[in-house]
């Protein structure tokens, strides 16, 4: 199915996505997403691709947000109240939007690079142009909507974008909710993983158009995902532990250029698509 290349090569992803979600609590999604896409366009088309990507991804967010939560933890980061505000109404929003892309075709292949650039656009906006505001160190009482609402809309764009939501959460807490990134990063990361989680759930009971390999539940091919696992779990404490020593503003340009990465690569994907180059 895959050459020894090809898991070299995922397996690198996986240690760069791992790192980065541990460093920029992101989930690693921004990463895997455009390298399953690469992978998995071999094996599925349309709207069953978009699946098997948005499966696959969050399959190894789960394990990658696993390892950074855990670190987290043990940097005494858990932000226990402010983590269950965010991942409840998120859940409600993932139960949802996840069932109605599982059991339907409306969701295409086009549609999901449209959203997904819609939400690189937003980050690279929100971390890379806006001008960093004064921190506030603790929430109020009357920001705990913020939370509610924050991870309600990150639930969506768990589901729709295969990012985890950590791109919508970490952009939202430092700008909307003036959150030290760093703390921003530690509740994302939590939150991710609950979603993860709850996703995965759902993707037990899906069963795929197109059976690739033994080795395959639901949409998820554990040849494919586990060099990314593997590379995850070698490098996601080590993302958690260089962003407890590096600035804020270092985290937040890096953030964004990385964002703006993928979001010419999904540009070229677009363009390509329609014929235009």
Known sequence: MLSINDFIILFLFGSFGGFMSGYLGVGGGIIYVPVLDYFLSKYFH???????????????????????SYKQYKLGNLFFKEIIQTLLPGVVSVIVLQTLINKGTWYSRDVFLYFFLSMLLFVVFKMFLSKPKAIIAESTKADNYKYNITG???????????????????????EWMKLDIKKASAISTSVILG????????????I?????????????LLPIALPLIIGTF??????????????????????????????????YEILIIHSIL
């Open 208 to 220: 795929p158009v197109h059976k690739i390999s033994s080795f395959q539940f639901g949409y998820i």
């Open 234 to 267: 070698l490098f996601a404490q080590m993302g958690v532990k260089t962003a407890q020593k590096s600035k804020s503003q270092t985290i937040r340009i890096i953030f964004a250029s990385f964002a703006s990465i993928v979001l010419l690569k999904v540009i």
């Open 195 to 206: 979603f993860a989680l709850v996703i995965g759930i759902l993707n037990l009971n899906i």
């Open 46 to 68: 349309d709207t069953e691709l978009v699946k098997a990507v948005l499966a696959n991804s969050l399959f190894v967010i789960m394990f990658s947000a696993a390892i950074a």
């Open 152 to 174: 309600a809309f990150a639930g969506i764009v768990t589901a729709m974008s295969g990012l985890g939501g950590g791109v919508i959460m970490t952009p939202v807490f430092t």
